[in-house]
C-alpha cells in the first residue's frame, strides 16, 4: 500500500508541475510574441514616416 501512495504522490506531484510549465510557457510565450509583434509593426510603422 505504502509503495501505491508513494507513486500516486509522484504522479500527482509531475502533472501539478507540467500543469504549472504549461501555464507559464502558454502566457509567457504569448506575451513575448505580442511584444515582438508590436515592436516590429512599430519600426516598420516609423521607417514608412521617415521616408515621407
Same mark, same amino acid.
Given at each position: 500500500?505504502?509503495?501505491?501512495? $508513494? /507513486?500516486?504522490?509522484? #504522479?500527482?506531484?509531475? =502533472?501539478?508541475?507540467?500543469?504549472?510549465?504549461?501555464?507559464?510557457?502558454?502566457?509567457?510565450? $504569448? /506575451?513575448?510574441?505580442? #511584444?515582438?509583434?508590436? =515592436?516590429?509593426?512599430?519600426?516598420?510603422?516609423?521607417?514608412?514616416?521617415?521616408?515621407?
Amino acid at each position: 500500500m505504502k509503495l501505491t501512495w $508513494n /507513486l500516486y504522490w509522484r #504522479v500527482i506531484a509531475a =502533472l501539478s508541475f507540467a500543469t504549472v510549465f504549461a501555464v507559464i510557457d502558454l502566457y509567457l510565450v $504569448n /506575451l513575448s510574441s505580442y #511584444v515582438a509583434g508590436g =515592436l516590429l509593426a512599430w519600426v516598420i510603422l516609423e521607417g514608412r514616416n521617415k521616408k515621407c
